[in-house]
């Protein structure tokens, strides 16, 4: 956290030795033989290395049920390597670790020579921490939260508000809307990583409602034969269509999604079985959603959203307003097979 700088030991005031940790201070001039840091040094002076604060941290841990359990998540083996003293239950579900200064989730400082016992609180000290740019335009506060994600089952789609709806929601609801910042996101794999992006192009919607009746019969003739005549339109009647296409189907009734889902996973299934390959309709992606939220609308949702699998390294980043949903995250190679599945702001 921060950079190294070399600072002569004269040159370090009371005051400024008051901002970094003393034991570092203290360690690093005790193990340090005068000398040997680097070369200009002249015999007798003493050079210290003055570190910007690293201290650990005890990060906030959410438990929300679409995460991996127990030791299996990246995120239980994180909060055991960094709090002994934490308990990890083996039929619990591990599924975000916050690293940062959330108001529902400040991060505690692990360290008893740091008189500030929240990162939030260090950061109110420390306020040059931000650099002056950030300073101002976040008035103080840390513009970002790091997460960890474990994912064993998907995730509901959102998309996050744009700075102006963030602010209106924070005012009116600020018991629900602690945050008043909009949330761009950026995901990173760290294993592959499979996850729901924006809107695909029409043309691949349009192919898919012909090629899955069950998805053409909840939006209905109506507002598909409106989409198909868009894509010959300006982008705004797309647009337009696309939004009546979605809401289509979210309007749906429950028993109506449920028994298309059904005929939908039938057909599929019975293909699979014959050993025919269903990737044109995403058949292997489906039947997973299905069985992990059987009859639910949003199984449908592949036929809107890019499919996106990244592996590990690749990135994808969301905007506001974007709709996205983490589906699953890699199998390590010490998982047992079938043992569990594998995900800003
Ligand atoms: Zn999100």
Same mark, same amino acid.
């Given at each position: 956290?921060?950079t ?8 370090l005031?009371?005051?400024s ?15 340090q033989?005068?000398g ?5 040094l ?5 050079l ?5 604060p690293?201290?650990p941290?005890?990060?906030v ?12 998540s990246?995120?239980?083996?994180l909060l055991?390597s960094?709090?002994p003293?934490?308990q990890?239950s083996e039929?619990?579900?591990?599924a975000?670790?916050w ?18 016992k ?10 040059d ?6 300073k101002?335009?976040f008035?103080g &506060?840390?513009p970002?939260?790091f997460?960890v ?5 998907a995730l509901?789609?959102q998309?996050?508000p744009?700075k102006?709806l963030?602010e ?15 949330k761009p996101e ?6 592959s990583f ?6 695909r192009?029409v043309?691949?919607?349009l192919?898919f409602? &012909?090629?899955?009746?069950?998805f053409q019969?909840l939006i209905g ?5 409106q989409?198909?005549?868009?894509v010959?339109?300006?982008?705004q009647?797309?647009?337009?269509a ?5 809401s289509?189907?979210?309007k749906?009734e429950?028993?109506?999604v449920?028994e298309?889902?059904?005929v939908?996973?039938?057909?599929i ?11 044109d309709i995403?058949?292997e992606l489906?039947l ?5 939220y ?5 199984c449908?949702?592949?036929?809107f959203?890019?499919l996106?699998?990244? &592996?590990?390294?690749e ?8 709709p996205?949903a983490?589906l ?8 047992k097979?079938?043992?569990a599945?594998r995900?800003?702001?």
């Open positions: 956290m921060g190294l700088r070399l600072a002569e030991e004269r040159g005031t009371p005051q030795a008051n901002h970094f940790p003393l034991h570092l201070i203290r360690s690093l001039r005790s193990d033989t005068p040997t840091l680097g070369p200009g002249k015999q007798g002076q003493e210290i290395l003055v570190c910007t690293v201290f941290l005890s990060c841990v959410q438990q929300y049920a679409w995460g991996k359990k127990g030791s299996n990246e995120v239980a083996r055991a960094s709090d003293l934490a990890i039929d619990k579900p591990y975000e670790l690293m940062g200064a959330h108001p529902r989730g400040d991060a505690k400082i692990f360290d008893n020579h740091v008189s500030q929240t990162l939030g609180q260090w950061i109110a000290e420390n306020q921490c931000l650099g002056s740019k950030v101002v335009a008035k &506060k840390l970002f939260l997460k994600l474990s994912v064993e089952t509901s789609i998309a996050h744009n102006e963030a209106k929601l924070h005012f009116q609801a600020p018991q629900h809307y602690p945050d008043a910042n909009h950026m995901a990173i794999a760290l294993t499979q996850g729901l992006c924006g809107f192009p043309e691949e919607i192919t409602l &012909k090629k899955v009746p069950e019969l003739d109506d507002a598909a034969t989409l198909r005549q868009s010959r339109s300006d982008p009647m797309v647009t337009s696309l939004r009546s296409c979605f289509h189907l979210m749906s429950k028993k109506a449920a298309q889902l059904n939908l996973v039938k057909r299934s019975q293909q699979v079985s014959a050993g025919n390959n269903m990737d995403c058949g489906l997973r959603l299905h069985q992990q059987p009859g639910d609308i949003g449908f949702a592949i036929y959203l890019n996106l699998i990244l &592996k590990p390294g990135a994808m980043f969301l905007e506001a307003s974007v996205h983490y699953e995250g890699g199998k390590k190679k010490n998982e097979k079938g043992s599945r995900n800003p702001f």
